[in-house]
């Protein structure tokens, strides 16, 4: 065991501050990475606050992150993907059971025994898992990702978390050339959505609540913009979508967005708002409309969709801030206030 530098939160409503943490000293298949850039995910203020109470209970103190890159600074034994001084990634994900018809289909984030990045039962040292707001984090290979060459690191942190949950279900739902594909809410994934599904070829509109988000949606590769809160901007849209993503973080009404879809469209949410919403039968039955939901993605998919961002110089556009700044961060999360992608410089907690 080794101490490492950390920021946690000690309660739902305290801030976060720098705190020391006990990492486990990498076992044989365990690949221990100095984090040089984590993102914020809107995940991990939902977390850090216990907004999720009702599905997951945070445990505390709570370290967040889980949008990690970084150098390799040592292996086990028997790691053979990674070597000392190789950059390294690591999402959502730390472990499974790797048994389960889930995992042997490459579906580890519907593992029902999947260890979150943070505030999940670690095996290894017990209490929690603490995630990437830290100065390093060790990590069994099998669920450590190979970063592409060449990519701008700060921005490919995001891409553990934000690039694969938009990636995943667009692959899923065939997204292509001649879809037309809706993205509703530009923050994190929402921006990434829209270089996703730009760079598959669809016809892309973007749905948001900022007026002042128009230009850059265009520039990130939306072919059209809608302000969500004009009426005749949302009906032109009407019968008309083959696949949406919803990535809003509060509650908001989806029935908006069911009836643009045209017969057999669906609307993937994966924006996970702590309160239900609610959904009228109608806007599902009458175009045999679908609605359904998405959870990250598998260790494999997540390796491709950081492939394919290799291939098509994709990363997140970010403001890369200092650890002492994640207070302010989470309090501009909460008023959209993020263009778009907030990605933490990890030289910043030496400091502490
Ligand atoms: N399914 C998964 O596996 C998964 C993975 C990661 C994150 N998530 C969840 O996805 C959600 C989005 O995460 P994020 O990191 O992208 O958050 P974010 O950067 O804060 O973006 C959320 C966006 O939603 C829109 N929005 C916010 N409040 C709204 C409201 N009251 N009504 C309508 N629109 C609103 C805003 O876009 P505009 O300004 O354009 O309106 C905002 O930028 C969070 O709930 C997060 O927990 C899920
Ligand atoms: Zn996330
Ligand atoms: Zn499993």
Same mark, same amino acid.
């Given at each position: ?9 000690? !309660? ?28 914020? &995910? ?10 999720? $109470? ?22 086990? $034994? ?55 707001? $830290? ?13 592409? !060459?060449?990519?701008? +690191? ?6 553990? &978390? ?11 739902? &065939? ?24 760079? +598959? ?89 679908? +609605? ?50 907030? $990605?933490?410089?990890?030289?910043? +907690?030496?400091?502490?």
């Amino acid at each position: 065991m080794y101490k490492a530098k950390a920021y946690s939160a000690a !309660s739902a409503t305290s801030p976060l501050a720098s705190t020391v943490i006990s990492r486990r000293d990498p076992t044989e298949n365990d690949v221990q990475i100095e984090i040089l850039f984590c993102g914020i &995910c809107h995940s991990d203020l939902h977390t850090a606050r216990n907004e999720w $109470s009702e599905v997951m209970a945070t445990t505390y103190p709570c370290v967040p992150g889980h949008e990690i890159v970084g150098r390799v600074t040592k292996v086990g $034994s028997a790691v053979t993907k990674f070597k000392p001084g190789d950059l390294a990634a690591v999402g959502c994900m730390v472990d499974s059971d790797r048994t389960c018809p889930e995992c042997r289909a490459g579906q580890e984030q519907y593992c029902p025994n999947v260890i979150l990045t943070y505030s999940f039962p670690d095996k290894h040292l017990g209490g929690v898992t603490y995630g990437g707001y $830290s100065d390093s984090i060790v990590v069994d290979e099998r669920f450590v990702l190979r970063v592409p !060459s060449g990519i701008d +690191l700060a921005g490919a942190a995001p891409l553990l &978390c934000a690039g694969i949950t938009t990636y995943s279900p667009m692959r899923h739902w &065939c997204v292509s050339k001649g879809k037309k594909v809706g993205v509703v809410g530009l923050g994190g994934l929402g921006h990434m959505a829209v270089k996703f599904a730009d760079a +598959l070829g669809a016809h892309v509109v973007v749905f948001t609540t900022s007026p002042g988000k128009k230009d850059d949606a265009l520039r990130l590769g939306a072919d059209e913009v809608a302000v969500s809160r004009n009426s005749d901007e949302m009906q032109k849209h009407t019968d008309s979508f083959d696949f949406i993503v919803d990535a809003v973080s509060a509650d908001h009404d989806i029935n908006a967005y069911i009836n643009l879809l045209k017969r057999d469209g669906n609307i993937t949410l994966v924006g996970a708002p702590a309160k239900p919403l609610s959904v009228g039968a109608f806007g599902l039955l009458l175009r045999r409309r679908s +609605l359904s939901g998405s959870l990250i993605g598998g260790i494999a998919e997540t390796q491709e969709m950081l492939n394919f961002c290799g291939q098509h110089n994709i990363t997140s556009d970010v403001e890369v801030i200092p650890i002492q700044k994640i207070n302010e961060a989470y309090e501009r999360l909460l008023k959209s206030d993020v263009k778009y992608r907030f $990605s933490i410089d990890m030289a910043s +907690l030496k400091a502490e």
